[in-house]
């Protein structure tokens, strides 16, 4: 029957033959027991298939030539019923059969492959310590085993699932010198010095990430991500120097990577190139303008080109971090090089109207590098309106809040509710001028004007028209101011004059300041709104046309006079629904508000 491959009947036949015949020859029963156990296997029965292979092995002459094959069959059918339990998901009972191979068939040829699926199924249980046990004794008992490598690769994720990660770095370094496979040994080493960081092991860390990049310069974005872990290590442990360096290789790599240059590598030469030039920053910072004065002269100039260089090399990195912090120090160098000129120590045996020019010669010359990093930093914010704002545009926005408070740090101010839209009025009050009888309005105005070149505009104005120059101009105004030698200076005089220059900027402030704090009227750019102006004056019985000084604006048509009161008040009543264009006489009179 089993030769005719009916495998039930032979099955069944061979059953009854043992149960019901226990005292039959013994070759008659040996033979009963293999037809039953090879029909059972076909029959995929493994469990009846184990049994009976069993009794075939205890009846079997020890030395038979075919016991070793049946010994395999013997493991084959525990085997297979490790895969059925694989497929049902009960890893627990898969795990018991493949590890019972080796306890019931040691000899046998499967036996590795049994404990290597017993490692898996133990694994997707996450029995991580009984895994463990299981892989080093198929380590140890196959060395020769080509499942060895695999086994390495099981054995450094177990220890890491068991948070056992001083083992698993060991394990991964492991597998990166067993393998062949460049792919696998990159992730090895990442992976082993990640754990060696994780513990903190820092030499064992910075150990295997400089054999990465030492084995590994492609890919390069991956090399240069290894530098930069590197470098943040030797930063944490105060290797400044070390630090410096491998910055500047991840700036050269990115450098010279060519095609296989990436957004990522971008950003981290960029960065890397950020660091850089803050320290030519910190060191041009650190050179004070005293004795020897020429030589200290000379070296702030030359730190500060260079500076100016790095920092405008920054933005060809196209990253807008990395584009606004360059501009912001860029104007922190031009603003800290004026008052290094004002804080300079000033040449020794002046007369007292020679050391009033070199001062205002100093003034001059410090001014320019103000307005310079006023520029600058307004560049800065223009970022905003391409959709950057990051912590280098604030700080812009906080140096220009301090340097033009009058435009950047204006409070802001609570009005109140206007409860319709048809009709409303803004009130100017203004102190009661107490001025002699002959005193007019006009000259009230001409004393309120601002001193120096502002035309006939206000301050606002004045310092939104002025002419921005590029960062491409900014050595010319460094060099220019360079080529004018001092003379050896003195602290005394030195302290002196900077609290005669500090006096002057206070009172200039002052005077900036009271100025601001002038009223300006509205102007009317409404065409189809009429506007009413009355003014009040105890002194004056009916509004007279009055000169516009500098800085104020004109009312627009239609304005009318009103009886004389005995407030000094203007009051501007706007209505909305007045007449159009048309309405308006075109011999309206025009009154010029102070």
């Known amino acids: 029957l089993y030769a005719m491959e009916d495998y039930e009947q032979a099955f069944s036949a061979a059953t009854r033959l043992v149960e019901n015949y226990p005292d039959a020859d013994e070759e008659i029963r040996l033979t009963a027991w293999l037809v039953n156990a090879h029909a059972a296997y076909e029959l995929q029965n493994y469990e009846a298939a184990e049994l009976a292979y069993i009794e075939v092995l205890n009846v079997l002459p020890s030395d038979d030539e075919t016991r070793q094959g049946l010994v395999d069959n013997l493991a084959a059918a525990i085997y297979k019923q490790g895969e059925q339990a694989n497929a049902l998901e009960d890893y627990r009972a898969a795990a018991d059969h493949f590890l019972r191979v080796g306890r019931v068939a040691p000899a046998s040829t499967i036996r590795a492959n049994a404990e290597y699926d017993g490692a898996e199924a133990l694994i997707q ?16 008992s196959f060395p020769e085993h080509e499942l060895q490598a695999e086994v ?30 460049d792919d696998v040994r990159r992730d090895a ?76 590598t971008r950003y981290l030469a960029g960065n890397a190139a950020m660091v850089l030039a803050e320290v030519t920053y910190e060191r041009f910072v650190e050179v004070d303008l005293v004795k020897p004065f020429q030589a200290n002269l000379h070296m702030k100039q030359t730190l500060m080109k260079k500076a100016v260089k790095e920092f405008n090399h920054l933005m060809d990195y196209v990253i807008g971090d990395i584009t606004a912090g360059a501009i912001f120090y860029l104007a922190e160098i031009y603003a800290h090089f004026s008052t290094a000129l004002m804080t300079s ?60 408070p009058v435009r950047y740090d204006k409070p802001e ?61 900014d050595e010319t105004v460094t060099d220019t101011w360079a080529d004018q030698p001092l003379p050896e200076t003195s602290v005394d005089a030195a302290e002196e004059t900077r609290v005669a220059v500090q006096a002057t900027i206070d009172e200039t402030d002052t005077a900036v300041d009271a100025w601001a704090d002038v009223p300006l009227p509205e102007t009317n750019t409404e065409p189809e709104e009429n506007v009413q102006v009355i003014v009040f004056d105890p002194r004056v019985e009916s509004p007279t046309d009055q000169p516009v000084p500098n800085g104020f604006v004109e009312a627009a048509p239609e304005i009318q006079a009103t009886e004389p009161a005995t407030s000094s008040e203007l009051v501007l009543s706007i209505h909305e629904t007045a007449a159009d264009e048309s309405d308006v006489q075109e011999d309206s009179p025009e009154m010029k508000i102070p």
């Not at 099981?154 to 393998?179: D, F, H, M, P, W």
């Not at 280098?392 to 809040?401: G, P």
């Not at 309120?448 to 070149?453: A, M, V, Y």
């Open 125 to 140: 249980l996450e029995a991580w310590e009984q895994a463990a046990v299981v892989l080093n004794d198929f380590r140890s």
């Open 152 to 181: 390495t690769k099981k054995i450094a994720y177990v220890y890491k699932q068991n948070g056992q990660l001083l083992l698993a770095a060991r394990e991964y370094e492991r597998i990166e010198t067993e393998s062949t496979d």
């Open 189 to 264: 080493l990442q992976i082993a010095a990640d754990l060696y960081a994780q513990e903190d092991r820092t030499v064992n860390a910075l150990e295997v990430y400089r054999r990465y990049v030492g084995y590994f310069a492609e890919p390069v974005e991956l090399n240069l991500e290894t530098r930069n872990k590197i470098a943040e290590i030797l930063k944490a442990e105060n290797e400044r120097q070390a630090y410096l360096e491998e910055l500047e290789q991840i700036v050269t790599i990115d450098n010279a990577a060519g095609s296989s240059r990436t957004p990522r």
């Open 345 to 404: 120590e000033r040449p020794e045996g002046l007369t007292p109207l020679e050391l009033e020019e070199y001062e205002l010669e100093i003034e001059d010359q410090a001014y320019l590098f103000v307005e310079k990093a006023i520029q600058v930093h307004e560049s800065n914010l223009e970022l905003i309106s391409r959709g950057v704002y990051n912590d280098w545009i604030d700080r812009s926005l906080q140096k220009l809040a301090r340097t033009l």
């Open 413 to 473: 101010e609570n009005g109140t509710v206007v409860s319709s839209l048809e009709t409303y009025i803004f009130a100017f009050a203004r102190p009661a001028a107490n001025l002699p009888p002959e005193t007019t309005d006009s000259t009230v105005a001409d004393q309120l004007k601002p001193s120096g070149p502002i035309g006939d505009v206000g301050p606002d104005e004045f310092v939104q028209n002025t002419e921005k120059a590029s960062v491409d101009e």
